[in-house]
T-cell receptor
Framework: QQPVQSPQAVILREGEDAVINCSSS?????VHWYRQKHGEAPVFLMI?????EQKGHEKISASFNEKKQQSSLYLTASQLSYSGTYFC?????????????FGTGTQLKVEL | NAGVTQTPKFRILKIGQSMTLQCTQD?????MYWYRQDPGMGLKLIYY???????DKGEVPNGYNVSRSTTEDFPLRLELAAPSQTSVYFC??????????????????FGSGTRLTVV
């Protein structure tokens, strides 16, 4: 079943922060986050495995709440280059597999 | 490294025609995937492969076929094209081992996509 992302869209001023959420109705083994710019392929940002580990990638970080089957992507001090559509991809297998189901995406626009 | 290479980038098909979307990766990834992306719908898995000679259906396999004769290549075949197959198609590849997760190598690498229109 497709994970649910929220919000669907967000507009930020440069320097502002944002949080994108991803929820699943199934028990998850891992959550991936990707960013896609218009007309381009999705680009891998980070992966979180069950266990609540928080990862970071420059000013972008993420957490995974195993009890709630939720992941959140945190974008701090946003830059114009952060604009794009963010997708979470969830893997419900117990290990060894990597077949992702993607959410419908969150459109992020950063303005001056 | 070239990564994941998809051809063609654009194609217009007439209803009932057939075609093959090519996908090649040079990262020695054992897992490969085909997704389609429709506006506002995210990415839907069509087929995937865990290694040469092994393929399995994803969420939306009807109207498509795949084969995996080598580690590098994973072509997607469309038979009897229909307007509902108008979409952007992405091929992707990844490692299968979760032991690589800590080094960040476990994510998907996507090709640049094929925009297909069926008229």
């Amino acid at each position: 079943q497709q994970p649910v992302q929220s919000p669907q869209a967000v507009i930020l001023r440069e320097g502002e922060d944002a949080v994108i959420n991803c929820s699943s109705s199934k028990a998850l083994y891992s959550v991936h986050w990707y960013r896609q710019k218009h007309g381009e392929a999705p680009v891998f940002l980070m992966i979180l495995l069950k266990g609540g580990e928080q990862k970071g990638h420059e000013k972008i970080s993420a957490s995974f709440n195993e009890k709630k089957q939720q992941s959140s992507l945190y974008l701090t001090a946003s830059q114009l280059s952060y604009s794009g559509t963010y997708f979470c991809g969830t893997d419900v297998l117990t290990g060894g597999g990597n077949k992702l189901t993607f959410g419908t995406g969150t459109q992020l626009k950063v303005e001056l | 490294n070239a990564g994941v290479t998809q051809t063609p980038k654009f194609r217009i098909l007439k209803i009932g025609q057939s075609m093959t979307l090519q996908c090649t990766q040079d990262m020695n990834h054992n897992y490969m995937y085909w997704y389609r992306q429709d506006p506002g719908m995210g990415l839907k898995l069509i087929y995937y492969s865990v290694g040469a000679g092994i393929t399995d259906k994803g969420e939306v396999p009807n109207g498509y076929n795949v084969s995996r004769s080598t580690t590098e290549d994973f072509p997607l075949r469309l038979e009897l094209a229909a307007p509902s197959q108008t979409s952007v198609y992405f091929c992707a590849s990844s490692y299968s081992s979760y032991s690589r997760a800590a080094t960040g190598q476990y994510g998907y690498t996507f090709g640049s996509g094929t925009r297909l229109t069926v008229v």
